[in-house]
């Protein structure tokens, strides 16, 4: 079964960057398309951003051209860059391939961001 860790979240001031990282055991992420996904305390799990095999990327529009998703294959690995950071962006962010009707995998524990200062 796949296993999905995402890691790299914590406490940012508003205006700051944090980067996330999504590894994978059982599964080559090279060959899917792969997603950040996000929870806010009482709201639905929403898409933040997905990049494609070949590295072409989408965006939610309330990323605001502050996220930055990317993939290094060799690694096995997804990132996500985020920058001037908001409140708002507080939630619990996870990553998965989108699949076509539904995530592929299981959910991973995902990895906490706070924005607070």
């Known amino acids: 079964q796949v296993q999905l860790v995402e890691s790299g979240g914590g406490l940012v001031q508003p205006g700051g960057s944090l980067g996330l990282s999504c590894a994978a055991s059982?599964?080559?992420?090279?060959?899917?398309?792969m997603a950040w996904y996000r929870q806010a305390p009482g709201k639905q799990r929403e898409l933040v951003a997905t990049i494609t095999s070949d590295g072409s990327t989408d965006y939610a529009d309330s990323m605001e051209g502050r996220f930055t998703i990317s993939r290094d294959n060799a690694k096995n690995m997804v990132y996500l860059q985020m920058s001037n950071m908001k409140p708002e962006d507080t939630a619990v962010y996870y990553c998965?391939?989108?699949?076509?009707?539904?995530?592929?995998?299981?959910w991973g524990q995902g990895t906490q961001v706070t924005v607070s200062s």
């Open positions: 998965n391939a989108p699949g076509t009707m539904a995530p592929i995998w299981d």
């Open positions: 059982g599964a080559i992420l090279s060959i899917y398309v």
